[in-house]
């Protein structure tokens, strides 16, 4: 299993993945209207991923759960 960081940004909503040293190797742009302001990440055991957002002034705060889907 390969051991990776996941960081999660509100400044230009993106979602960055690293190795443990810190060297990126994959980033995301997390669309405005879907992610109103990402603030947190967690996994669950399974490996779902889960993504908080603050609301601002545009909404209400929600967690999207997105399925760990293996060999993607």
Do not use: C, W
Request: no cysteine.
């Amino acid at each position: 299993m390969q051991r990776r960081l996941y960081i999660v940004a509100s400044v230009n909503h993106l979602l960055v993945i690293t190795d443990l040293k810190g060297k990126v190797e994959e980033v995301y742009q997390l669309p405005h209207t879907r992610f109103r302001q990402p603030e947190g990440i967690t996994f669950a055991p399974n490996g779902d991923m889960f993504i908080s957002n603050e609301a601002g002034d545009e909404g209400s705060a929600n967690i999207l759960k997105f399925k760990y889907q293996p060999g993607k």
